[in-house]
């Protein structure tokens, strides 16, 4: 018996080496039973069905097999190119694989472009009406009432906002500006992430002629700067568009902060055979951003990063003083 129970003690501590040793590789992240954080993937571009559609699937495979992942950010290019009907019947069983709760923002793909005719396969910018018609495809794809909302995770206030601006390749309409101005007076003392698919200007060097260029920041931007600069509680973006690899220098670097108050947290696209994706674990006054690689199945701890949150009260906090002066 005394020999039967140093096998089973044996085969008990082999079992959780293994366990350790995956999560130490990045194969598997650590779970605790009262976790002190919330974990959020982020997915740059998926850009569906298009190419190497078997690499996807394999990358949401691997986040389903992550057990304290409680949300999956999409940031917009849900599309591979005109946002098609058929273009949204890929996204949705795509999707239908993922065992997480998503959230789906626009970019330019999923709604700017006319649909090609023939042989016709240039990106065409569509009318009003065409845009209009794929913004409500998309919402109704995904099941939204609006294309830009916010959530409460924790102690920070999570925004979506999408791209729907009927000139800019990556803009806000003047309704979601007015809408983010209300959101952000609304939760002035709670610390803010906010999710789109352009980034904000000048937070990557201009390693391409078209970065930091009109189409690929978040527009208007003198307007954007107003309301982020007057609400400092924001201080995290994250975006995809530009499709920055964690190989380009500024991946992950100083210039990725903006008005010296929010970093911007770039996330490369989907569609080239290798995947990347940034995961966000929020812990109480800071959030630290992992880069994990689906092609090596590792993490990469060169590009980790811990970002405090501004030193504000928390949504708890908040709540317990003065209950009646939120809405959540």
């Known amino acids: 018996m005394q020999r039967d129970r140093r096998s089973w003690l044996k085969s008990l501590g082999l079992a959780i080496f293994a366990v350790m040793a995956l999560a130490a590789c990045g194969r598997l992240p650590v779970e605790t039973g009262d976790r ?26 691997t986040v389903n097999s992550w057990h304290d992942v409680e949300m999956v950010v999409a940031v917009g290019d849900i ?37 090609p005719h023939g042989s016709e396969s240039r990106l065409i910018t569509g009318t009003q009406a065409s845009k209009e ?11 939204l009432t609006s294309l830009y909302y916010s959530r409460q995770v924790g102690e920070y206030l999570l925004i979506f906002l999408s791209a729907d601006h009927m000139n800019y390749l990556a803009g806000l309409s003047d309704e979601q500006l007015a809408w983010l101005r209300l959101e952000l007076e609304r939760n002035r003392q709670t610390p803010t992430i906010i999710f789109f698919h352009a980034p904000l200007q000048g937070t990557l060097r201009n390693y391409r002629h078209w970065i930091n260029t009109p189409g690929f920041v978040a527009q208007p931007a003198a ?31 100083e210039i990725n902060l903006y008005a010296g108050q929010i970093t911007n947290i770039h996330n490369k696209d989907m569609n080239r055979g290798q995947v990347w994706t940034n995961s966000l674990f929020l812990y109480p006054g800071k959030v630290q951003v992992k880069t994990y690689s ?33 809405r959540r």
């Open 36 to 61: 002190a954080y919330h974990h959020l993937v982020v997915l740059g571009d998926p850009h569906l069905p298009g190419r190497r559609i078997e690499v996807k699937e394999q990358a949401i495979a």
């Open 79 to 115: 599309c591979v190119d005109f946002g098609t009907e058929d273009e949204y019947k890929a996204a949705k069983r795509f999707f239908a694989r993922l065992n997480k709760p998503l959230m789906v923002i626009t970019g330019n793909h999923d709604y700017v472009y006319a649909d």
């Open 133 to 143: 018609e794929k913004l409500r495809r998309f919402g109704h794809t995904f099941g």
């Open 223 to 253: 307007v954007l700067h107003e309301i982020l600069t007057a609400n400092r509680q924001v201080f995290l973006w994250v975006s995809g568009h530009t499709h920055t690899p964690p190989t380009e220098e500024s991946y992950a670097s």
């Open 294 to 326: 689906h092609q090596e199945n590792a993490w990469m701890p060169q590009f980790d990063r811990l970002i405090s949150a501004p030193e504000l009260k928390t949504y708890s906090d908040y709540h317990q003083c003065s209950a009646g002066d939120i």
